[in-house]
C-alpha cells in the first residue's frame, strides 16, 4: 500500500522501521497534513522517524488525535537516568507531555527476553561472520547512517 494512501485511510499508523535517510522525519507536516483526522500514531522504532514539532502541531490542530512514543529524537539527554529533581531543558519534549493524549515511556519496547535474545544472536552472527570473511547481513555503511549536527553542543 503507498504511503499516502495509508496514512488517508488508517486509524492508527504504527512505525517498525530503521532510522535511514529515506526514514528519517517520514511522519512530517506534510505526512500529517495527509492523514486521517484523528489518526492515533505509534512509535517505538527510532525517534526521528517523527519530526516532533510537526507532531505538536498535528495535535494542536486536534488533526492527529493520540500519540503514544517509546522513542523520542533527542532521547539521550533524558531517557536513560533518573532526572526526577532536574530541570528539563527540552522545551520541545515538555510541550510533548503537556498533551493528555500522548503517552511517553523511556525506551523501554526492547527490553524483552525475545529481543534481548535477537540482538545477542544478530550480534553473535555477525562476529562469526567477521572472522569468516563472509559479508556482513547488518553492515553500517555511511549511507545508512544520519549524522546530525546538534547546535547547542560543542
Known amino acids: 500500500m503507498r504511503r499516502d494512501r495509508l496514512l488517508a485511510e488508517a486509524d492508527i ?19 500529517i497534513e495527509r492523514a486521517r483526522p484523528g489518526v492515533l500514531i505509534v512509535n517505538t522504532s527510532r525517534g526521528a522517524l517523527i519530526d516532533t514539532s510537526a507532531l505538536i502541531d498535528g495535535l494542536k490542530s486536534r488533526k492527529v488525535g493520540g500519540v503514544a512514543l517509546d ?14 529533581n532536574e530541570i528539563i531543558e527540552d522545551d520541545v519534549f515538555q510541550r510533548l507531555l503537556t498533551f493528555s493524549n500522548v ?39 555511511a549511507s545508512r547512517v544520519i549524522v546530525r549536527q546538534d547546535p547547542m553542543r560543542p
Open 103 to 141: 503517552l511517553v515511556t523511556g525506551h523501554q519496547a526492547f527490553l524483552t527476553e525475545e529481543a534481548l535474545a535477537a540482538i545477542a544472536e544478530t550480534t553473535l552472527q555477525s562476529l562469526s561472520d567477521a572472522e569468516a570473511g563472509r559479508p556482513l547481513a547488518n553492515r553500517v555503511t
Open 13 to 31: 499508523v504504527t512505525l517498525h522501521c530503521p532510522l535511514t535517510p529515506d526514514t528519517h522525519h517520514v511522519i512530517d507536516a506534510a505526512a
Open 71 to 84: 522513542v523520542y529524537e533527542q532521547e539521550a539527554d533524558l531517557f536513560f537516568e533518573d532526572l526526577s
